[in-house]
């Protein structure tokens, strides 16, 4: 069974960091693209960021470029988000998600992030 | 970017009867390489992640009921369920994936009438 499992979120204040990670289990997380998409408290889907399937290629929303970095662990089955001077309304619920071979979605639970003084 | 709107914003519909949400999307997500429509629609619930009902506009992922189906092409694109049940009671947004970055709807919010 496919799962991704998203943690590292919490409360941090502005201009704070934080780091989360996506563990991926039941396929291998080599041969696929994988997306962070993130849903502000009532709001809907937002895509943030990008990684190609070997991580050597990367993209990001404007409102994220130069803030967030997107890494993974082939290795570790891991999926990673660095976020750096975080501001209020990087508030949300951050999904990872793994992209299909018809170019599908396939979604963790989600972590909370919450930027607040 | 590709904008994707959706419409209506909300929508109330009796149980048994039939649902249909509308998507349009600001340029073509057609692949004119393989005559395939980028275009997804997901369900989301309270406090559960989405889940993909449709792909390539039209392709329902596996266990999903046959009351969901999609159509369209290019363009504009429309999700229906035939005949509501309780459990459809959700958000659901479509998403484009001929261009990075994905864009998704708004959402509409189908309730029960």
């Known amino acids: 069974e496919v799962q991704l499992v998203e943690s590292g979120g919490g409360l941090v204040q502005p201009g704070g960091s934080l780091r989360l990670s996506c563990a991926a289990s039941g396929f291998t997380l080599s041969r696929h693209w994988m997306y962070w998409v993130r849903q502000a408290p009532g709001k809907g889907l937002v895509w943030v960021s990008r990684?190609?399937?070997?991580?050597?290629?990367?993209s990001y929303a404007d409102s994220v470029k130069g803030r967030f970095t997107i890494s993974r662990d082939n290795a570790k089955n891991t999926l990673y988000l660095q976020m750096n001077s975080l501001r209020a309304e990087d508030t949300a619920v951050y999904y990872c998600a793994r992209v299909g071979g018809f170019g599908e979605l396939c979604w963790g639970q989600g972590t909370l992030v919450t930027v607040s003084s | 970017d590709i904008v994707m709107t959706q419409s209506p914003d909300s929508l109330a519909v009796s149980l048994g009867e039939r649902a249909t949400i509308n998507c349009k999307s600001s340029q073509s997500v057609l692949y004119r390489s393989n005559n395939v429509n980028q275009l997804a629609w997901y369900q989301q619930k309270p406090g559960q992640p989405p889940k993909l009902l449709i792909y390539?506009?039209?392709t329902r992922e596996s266990g999903v009921p046959d009351r969901f189906s999609g159509s369209g092409s290019g363009t504009d694109f429309t999700l229906t369920i035939s005949s509501l049940q309780a459990e459809d009671v959700a958000i659901y947004y479509c998403q484009q994936y001929y261009s990075i970055p994905i864009t998704f709807g708004q959402g509409t919010r189908l309730e029960i009438k």
């Open positions: 990684i190609n399937s070997d991580g050597s290629s990367t």
């Open positions: 390539w506009a039209s």
